[in-house]
């Protein structure tokens, strides 16, 4: 027995050892240790020594599940699969999509999510939770994978484990002499010996295999559990200390902590407690949306019992805790919800319902409750999809014929992206899905926003099968009349070899253009497909097909593309090397291909060939700086000097654009520095000035180009940078020529073209480069810097900066004339090689506006470069061709940083403009430029200064409604009263009041401007100047100040007369609601009312306000003119007719005896006369229409005359007509009554 103790003992320690090191690891309490007796205390304070890592704590349920997983080896099970979400497909560009792998196959079996995985809230899984609905009894199913020793708790089932039963007779050997671990398999043998080993116990055998003696073994496993003993003590003393503080903050725990973990009992506790069902995760999710999303079928209970809200949307107020059950697919909790009530048709923020979550999850079970349940089957969602949309989309086959059986329209689309579930089934690939909806009646050829058939999406991404599938339903395989490409098309860009021979299989055209002119080949080769390429021209397509507008080919959308085997292979093919607007070489040399450069060249390219703009391909190169490709240009014997369009040069186009290494390599080869365009509005180094390209500047320079060149306009370089604020190259400009003339520097780097590949970059030589240093010995002393001009440092520092290439030593530079030459103007530098040109004028001007640098820069607002030049001395007062100076063109466009500088420089506050008398201040104001107005009020401008229209600088602020600005004026002490002219002019309130300045005007008036003010010329107030405009609130505003309504301005009109000149009916209204009398007594002079101004002028909609609120309908005016008589003379129809319709007097003749429809005949108004004609009693006689239309001149006036006067005829033969007939039946009861008579006097029998 003895010898069955010992090892048994042993292997009891060893688990007993296993449970403890997994106390002591999770900080369990002491009654974990106490499960297993003294031998498990006294193993976890060895386990806590050595073991036990990752290890779940023994007292758990979980803990307790399996024994040593490192002998039974159990794996652990997958992960839950997580929840997809519904599809949104992004709108996409018709640019075409490469072939994706991740979106070819079909996810159509994707059907099920597990149970709290993703969802909604992205909740769920990973917590020890046993109530989640889709929890098994087998707790593996969420077991994390174990540690080498996870735990030693030994259950029945794994006592019967045989590999257990292996080695408990090992350990249970009696051979004396040892059993011979050499008969165990090695896999037991090794676990066996990590088990022991992890409960302190060494090696049970020797190095020959011999197992020890029990003896040995008992003397080992003593020893061992001794030691563990001692420490056993010290760990439980620990656990047992820290066990309450754990209870504490166990108890702490938030609500939402316990409802995350699904601990059913601890959230039954809280909410007994006292804590809030209606509590919000820190994300802003409420409870029942979390118990819900992970499928804690129970917890929902909990929280509904305690009256948890069925709708709570949390914080976020995104989905509800229906569409987070649907989204994981939890069908028991969707019962559960929709029993209490839930709204099955709520939508998310984003316009999904649970339904739509469902269909877009596949959870079958799920969709068939909500459907029950009342479920909106066509609801949309915010990207127009529907759920069977989504399911389409998500490739769920039973989803889609479940809500067909329950009517769900098979060929809704959305609104904006006019997706179908057959597109979406499509784009994405679902072969099973597309066969089901085609077999359900979907319609295959309903086309996307795009103008794309189902087939043309399934060719976005090369879906092979789904586009066989539609084509062998009557999908139509070429581009529809209203499409914008051909599903060849889209198969070509893709580069779909499979798909694009089974599409020209079926008939596709070859030759079929996009809307950008594009064949598929032309496709094919634009995106480098080569494959795609080779097969469409294997059919027969037109290699050398070129698009309208811009005669592109493949072949030059290939060379754009940089696409060399493409290239390669067109070629081969016989595509025309020279075809479109810009050949191939040019679209290569412009993209910087250097490869497919030299290949074009290799095969025969035109180097000279040019565009209609006269560019070439060492234009396009220099432009785009790809020095590499116009150094292989020039060897192919390209023009260094051609002029493209408007005289530029390579060397031009290289300056504009920056590219240092393209411009001194190109000086290097020859090219002019001091060429000028063809009309002479740009130079070299113009255009480098004018991009602000220093190290350009430096370099042109520094090899000769003319700073002081005059352009078209009078422009110098110092203009042309000041312009752009380019502060550096004006310093650099001013500083000339004395930043020539420095000492020789001691080397000079050259600039090498710049090249992805460095080591096959074309490299310029260093004598190709011209030296403007004179050879000099090196123990020689420097030449007389007066007479040296050398390259500086800062350019070739600058320039080696930007080209990463090695520097070189400068005695390779270009012999000198052993002669100096005489100095003229311009000055020779001693070389002979480049002139010395005079300094630059700092204050040249343009000849068209008299511009200089500064003014530019004060203009730009270009602060730096305005501290410069006046540092330098440029002119502060000089004026514009307007008159203005720095000053006032900085304060009118608002540089307050350029105004403060130029005060600081002593400008001049007060200058006026010439021609307006405008100051500082006063542009400053009118143009509503506070801090300018601020800055100049500090500095003593004067704030009652007049201009040319006797506009104070309060005027013009108010003027333009800037109230900021009038509140600094007022507060600066303006005069708020201030009139224009001798006499009394406008008011500042006068202005705000007429431009409809409401802010302004209350401003004004409470700062006690007076409302009834008049001008004295004209005797307008506010008021009536608001009505003249139409300023609707400002005259509400006025009115509502007491200002005079009835106030009459020198012409006589009151403010509702000035309102109805202009046809203002929401002014007239405010008026009249303010008390305005409509029958006002007219105007002195012309005797007119509102009424007959608004009839004259033709305003409807203010005629008809008048007449609704009483206006009499006849009044005359000093002609006798009625409103009807105006409008018909006017030719107002809808005026003339409201007029009608109101009852007015349509014979009322003026003075002159002429009718409305008199007047109206003899304006030709033809509508009108038409109109009235059927409304007179009065016509006209023929002869007055014959005399006054023998007085007409005009063909056209005389037509319509004629034209009116035929009305007028017919008219009046219908009204004979009429009366005629009238008069007939008046005669006939005439004679009746008269026969009645005789037939009374004498009776038939007589």
């Known amino acids: 027995m003895e010898k069955a103790t010992v090892p048994a003992a042993a292997a009891a320690a060893a688990a007993a050892a296993a449970a403890a090191a997994a106390a002591a690891e999770e900080g369990s309490p002491p009654a974990a240790a106490a499960v297993a007796g003294p031998p498990a205390a006294a193993a976890a304070a060895a386990a806590e020594v050595g073991g036990g890592s990752g290890a779940r704590s023994a007292s758990s349920p979980r803990g307790m599940v399996r024994v040593c997983d490192l002998l039974l080896k159990k794996k652990p099970p997958p992960p839950p699969q997580q929840q997809q979400q519904p599809h949104h497909k992004a709108k996409r560009n018709r640019t075409c999509r490469p072939p994706s792998s991740s979106e070819s196959s079909s996810d159509s079996d994707n059907s099920g999510g597990g149970g709290g995985g993703g969802g909604v809230g992205g909740g769920g899984g990973g917590t020890s939770s046993n109530n989640s609905e889709e929890e098994d009894d087998d707790d593996d199913e969420e077991e994390e994978e174990v540690s080498e020793v996870e735990s030693f708790i030994l259950d029945q089932d794994d006592l019967e484990n045989p590999m257990l039963e292996t080695a408990s007779k090992l350990l249970l050997s009696g051979t004396a002499d040892g059993a011979d671990l050499r008969t165990v398999d ?105 118990a819900c999303s992970a499928g804690y079928y129970e917890l929902a209970q909990v929280l509904l019992a305690m009256h948890a809200n069925v709708e709570d949307r949390g914080i976020k107020g995104d989905i509800t805790p229906l569409m987070a059950a649907a989204n994981g697919g939890h069908v028991k909790i969707v019962k559960l919800l929709l029993a209490h009530k839930a709204d099955v048709n709520a939508q998310s923020s984003t316009g999904n319902t649970a339904l739509t979550y469902a269909c877009a999850g596949g959870y079958v079970d799920v969709v068939k409750v909500l459907l029950e349940s009342g479920a909106s089957i066509e609801d ?31 060929n809704t689309h959305s609104n904006e992206f006019k997706e179908s579930a057959l597109t979406l089934a499509c784009y994405k690939g679902h072969l099973e899905m597309v066969r089901f909806l085609l077999e359900a009646g979907a319609d295959q050829e309903h086309k996307t926003d795009e103008m794309h058939t189902a087939l043309m999406e399934a060719c976005m991404d090369g879906h092979v099968e789904v586009a066989r599938l539609l084509l062998d339903s009557g999908a139509q395989v070429n581009m529809p009349a209203d499409s914008f490409e051909s599903p060849l098309t889209l198969a070509a860009c893709g580069g779909h070899v499979e798909l694009a021979a089974l599409l020209i299989e079926r008939g596709a055209s070859l030759e079929e253009v996009n809307d950008e002119g594009y064949t598929p080949l032309m496709e094919a080769a634009r995106e480098g497909h080569e494959e795609m390429v080779a097969l469409l021209l294997g059919q027969g397509a037109n290699i050398n097909a070129q698009t309208e507008e811009t005669q592109e080919t493949a072949l030059t959308l290939a060379c754009c593309g940089g696409f060399l085997e493409v290239a390669d292979f067109l070629i081969k093919a016989g595509a025309d090397i020279e075809l479109g607007c810009s050949t191939p070489l040019m679209e290569a040399a412009q993209e910087g291909h250097l ?88 130079t070299v180094l113009s255009l480098a000035c004018a991009g602000g390209h220093l190290a350009v500047v430096e370099l042109l320079l520094a090899h000769g180009a003319d700073p002081t060149h005059r352009l078209k306009d009078g422009s110098t370089m110092l ?31 050259q600039l090498t073209p710049p090249s992805h590949d460095l080591n096959r970059a074309p490299r310029v030589p260093v004598q190709a480069l011209p030296m403007v240093v004179p ?17 500086r440092n800062k350019v070739s520092g600058r320039a080696s900066s930007m080209s990463n290439t090695p520097t070189h030593s400068s005695s390779t530079s270009i012999s000198q004339p052993s002669t100096p030459t005489p100095t003229p103007s311009p000055i020779v530098s001693p070389s002979g090689m480049l002139p010395i040109y005079p300094a630059i004028d700092i204050d040249a001007q343009t000849e068209s506006n008299h511009d200089t ?59 006026q403009s010439e021609r307006t008398k405008d100051t500082p201040l006063s542009l400053a104001c009118s143009g509503g430029r506070q801090e300018v107005v601020e800055l100049l009020l500090a500095r003593g401008a004067n704030k009652e200064h007049r201009n040319v229209s006797d506009y104070t600088p309060l005027s013009l602020a108010a003027s333009g409604g800037y109230v900021n600005i009038i509140k600094i004026l007022l507060n600066a002490g303006a005069e708020i009263n201030s009139r224009t002219g001798s006499k009394l002019g406008i008011s500042p309130l006068m202005l705000a009041a007429m431009n409809g300045h409401t802010a302004a005007v209350k401003l004004l008036l409470d700062m006690g401007s007076d409302i009834n003010a008049q001008i004295e010329t004209n005797r307008n107030t506010a008021l009536t100047l608001a009505c003249f405009q139409g300023r609707t609130e400002v005259v509400s505003l006025l009115l509502d100040r007491k200002a005079n309504v009835e106030h009459r301005a020198k012409t006589g009109l009151t403010p509702l007369m000035e309102a109805a000149s202009g046809g203002y009916a929401e002014v007239g209204r405010v008026l009249l609601d303010k008390g305005a009398d409509v029958n006002a007594p007219p105007v002195p002079s012309s005797r007119d009312t509102a009424l007959t101004i608004a009839a004259d002028k033709g305003h409807y909609k203010f005629c008809e306000l008048l007449i609704g609120r009483g206006a009499h309908i006849d009044v005359r005016n000093k002609k006798g003119n009625t409103p009807l008589w105006l409008a018909a003379n006017g030719g107002h129809l809808d005026v003339v007719q409201l007029l009608v ?42 002869s007055e229409c014959m005399r006054y239309i023998a007085t007409i001149t005009d063909k056209e006036m005389l037509k319509k005359c004629h034209l009116c006067m035929e009305s007028i005829v017919q008219a009046k033969d219908r009204q004979a007509a009429e009366a005629n007939k009238n008069a007939s039946i008046l005669l006939e009861e005439l004679d009746l009554e008269k026969a009645d008579c005789v037939i009374s006097v004498f009776p038939r029998g007589i």
């Open 186 to 290: 090695p896999e037991t043998q090794a676990r066996l010996e990590a088990l022991l080993e992890a409960a302190g116990i060494g090696k049970l055998s020797t190095a020959d295999g011999k197992a020890f003696a029990d003896p040995e073994v008992l003397r080992r496993l003593t020893s061992s559990v001794s030691c563990a003993l001692d420490e056993a003590a010290a760990a439980l003393t620990r656990m047992r200390a820290e066990s309450t503080a754990n209870a504490v903050q166990s108890d702490n725990r938030s609500l939402a902590e316990a409802c995350s973990e699904g601990d059913v009992n601890a959230v039954r506790k809280l909410l007994i407690e006292g804590r809030s069902v209606n509590e919000h995760t820190e994300e802003g999710e409420s409870l029942l949306c979390l």
């Open 853 to 911: 640098a500064l003014t530019l820069a004060c203009a730009g607002g270009h602060e730096e470069l305005v501290q410069t030049l006046l540092e330098r001395g440029a002119s502060i007062e000089h004026r514009d061709k307007k008159g203005f100076t720095p000053l006032i063109l900085a304060a009118t466009a608002g540089h307050v940083g350029v105004v403060e500088i130029l005060l600081d420089n002593g400008a001049d506050i007060e200058a």
């Open 595 to 682: 490869e497919l450069v030299k290949y074009l060249l290799a095969a025969g390219a035109n180097v000279h060939a040019t565009t209609a703009t006269g560019d070439t391909a060492l234009t396009y190169a220099c432009e785009n700086g790809h020095t590499d490709v116009a150094d292989v240009l020039l060897q192919a014997g390209a023009d260094l000097e051609h002029e493209s369009e408007g005289g530029r040069t390579p060397l031009m186009k290289a300056a504009r654009a920056g590219h240092v290494c393209t411009v001194q390599f190109l000086i290097s080869k020859g090219a002019n520095v001091n060429r000028t365009t063809a009309n002479n509005d740009h």
């Open 775 to 791: 050879p000099q010995e090196p123990d020689k002393p420097p030449a007389n810097v007066a007479t040296t001009l050398p390259i």
């Open 380 to 410: 949309h969602n915010e990207n127009g999809h529907t759920p069977l949309m989504e399911a389409g989309s998500a490739g769920h086959v039973e989803v889609a014929r479940l809500l067909l059986e329950n009517g769900a329209g098979i």
């Open 719 to 749: 203009i042309e940078a000041a312009k752009g604020g380019h502060t550096s190259v004006v310093c650099y400009l001013l500083d000339y020529p004395n930043n020539l003339l420095s000492t020789p520097p001691p080397d000079v780097t």
């Open 1141 to 1182: 319709q109101a009852s007015a007097d349509v014979d009322a003749a003026d003075n002159r005896k002429i009718t409305p429809l008199m007047a109206a005949f003899r304006k030709g108004h033809v509508k009108v006369v038409r109109y009235l004609v059927k409304e007179v009693n009065q016509f006209p006689s023929d």
